[in-house]
């Protein structure tokens, strides 16, 4: 038994092979995805040998492997979600810092090693990198080296 465009194929010695057309049934990039693997499942319960079904045991097998594969999503989807947040909390955090020291009287390590003390006036962002003004020159919040408090 062939079936064209779909999907299955079955030679007189009982070996199923299933062929899958691309069309929406492949995630971008090509690998398959959980849409894939129901259409799979489906057509394999279609086009199955009425004679020598398969087992319990083997559909249960697959449908273990697509619950693992469907958390395995899930869990990946949420490593990301928290990256992405983490990564907003640490820009939160030094945003917060360099407001805090504006006003006080800085240290920074230029990146021809000299040091240059003054008070931050500003506080800006560029190109995703948290900036301190000291005097006229703008420097990475990471270049600072001490802090002090006015009066203190």
């Known amino acids: 038994m062939t079936a064209i465009g779909g999907v299955?194929?079955?030679?007189?010695s009982s070996?199923?092979?299933?062929?899958?057309?691309?069309?929406?049934?492949?995630?971008p990039g090509g690998a398959?995805?959980?849409?894939?693997?129901?259409?799979?499942?489906?057509?394999?319960?279609q086009y199955q040998n009425p004679l020598q079904p398969t087992s319990n045991t083997q559909f249960i097998a697959q449908l273990a492997q697509f619950s693992s594969l469907e958390q395995m999503t899930n869990v990946a989807t949420g490593?990301?979600?928290?990256?992405?947040?983490?990564?907003t909390i640490n820009s939160n955090t030094q945003l917060a810092t360099a407001f805090s020291i504006?006003?006080?009287?800085?240290?920074?390590?230029?990146g021809s090693g000299t040091t240059v003390s003054g008070i931050v006036t500003s506080v800006n962002t560029q190109s995703g990198a948290i900036m301190v003004t000291?005097?006229?020159?703008?420097?990475?919040?990471?270049?600072?080296?001490s802090v002090t408090k006015p009066g203190l």
Not at 102 to 109: A, F, K, N, P, R
Not at 136 to 145: A, E, G, H, K, N
């Open 79 to 87: 490593e990301t979600q928290l990256q992405s947040g983490l990564a």
């Open 15 to 27: 070996t199923t092979t299933l062929q899958v057309s691309t069309s929406g049934t492949v995630a």
């Open 32 to 45: 398959l995805n959980q849409n894939s693997f129901l259409q799979l499942l489906a057509t394999q319960l």
């Open 134 to 145: 000291v005097g006229s020159q703008s420097y990475p919040l990471q270049t600072i080296v």
């Open 8 to 12: 299955l194929s079955t030679s007189a």
């Open 102 to 110: 504006m006003g006080d009287t800085v240290s920074v390590q230029t």
